[in-house]
């Protein structure tokens, strides 16, 4: 064996030993910010927070939808009693008029609204994630316990200084539901 | 063999004495909780049970377990009653910009809960709230919110009675933002980049925010009878409450 290969050889370990140890101090002293997050997730800031909810809450980018209004009267659907009733509804603004405003729920894209439209979705009880689109804007979000029988009035705000969604209160939301009309919306897949 | 006799003799000296205490405990016992009936029935109260009543309509019909003529066997049990007020503190400082729908916030008993004469809840005793809204500062310097409720208490026995309890926590605006309005906006627009509204319509709302020890009163949902054997008597808590710290 010639001197060259024993230097790689010993080189070789050298690097391995070093490896090791540097494998145990990860595994020993992790960063102070993440074991905090997982010793109860409530010392988590405020980035980590926002980066985690829009995991939870945003569907995949590349999902786009066909939207249109629906014309005349529309039925509301009656309330479920085991689940809870969630109305998703765009104001009119001067903002964004041509742009369609998606939200998912879970992780998943559930439907669009143009201006002055709404839909709406049923969720089962328990915690619920949403998260709320406009073109390349930031998504805005909210986490929301959702309890049975029970009915929620969420508004995709959009303005120039972001995208936003407020949990209304019940009278307003009503009000804004009787004089807007319901989106009709299709998923479009990309042939 | 005198060994064995001599070991023999020592058992029957221990049990004679295991006999005579066993006897003495129980006449001790027996008078004790003649006494502490007798304490129950015709006394006062004292200024521990007073400070105990404050705030708490449930504490008269509490004192009707000991009526005068009634033997401790067939006397009702200790109620803790409906609307009974359970003074919590959050136990650190919670921000809606750093919690998500769902998780747990860790609450203190500011003050224990006596039923009668037992500690049903007790000081110090962790217990937990549920976060059921959560949001951060919104565009336009619109304020967050939080919302959260709490179900359940542990009693001290470790039995969870419901309770109601709801809290909702608004953010601030940001008010060189919330002062311009609608007007403020349509300027910013008009003028952006030039206007310095251009830049305030990117200024984002204060996060609500909850500081530690922040105090939630939770009151208790329904009449809950109390097992007296599963309690500690209350006589016992005040020392040490009033010990010096």
Redesign the interface.
Known sequence: MTVVQKMSIALLMVLMVTRFVQAQETTATPPSSSTASDADGKQRSEGETRKRLEQLACGPSGVHFSHHTEKGPQALPEQPPDKGLIYVLRTKGLEGAAVQVKLAMDGKWVGVNGMGNYFYVEAEPGPHYFCVKAALDKPGLLSLVIEKGKTYYLRQNLTMGGTDIDLLDEEKGKQYVAKYSRSSFEEKHKK | MSQTSRGSRIVEGLLHVASVSALFLAFSLGLNARVSTWQGDFSLPNPHEIQRERGSDSVARQFQQSEPGRSPANAPKPVLADGTPVRLKFV?A??S???????K??LEVVEPVFAGKLAAITQHSAEEA???????G???G?GG?MQFKIENIRLADGELVPVRAVKDVKGGENRALALTGEAG??A??AFWPVSPLGFL????GN?ATIPAGTEITAYIVGDFPLDPSRFQDAGVVPQERSAPK
């Open positions: 650190r919670v921000v910009s750093r919690v998500i729908a769902g998780e916030l860790p549920i976060v059921t809204m959560a949001q951060a919104r565009s336009m619109r919110g906006i349509a910013g627009f319509i990117y200024v984002k996060n």
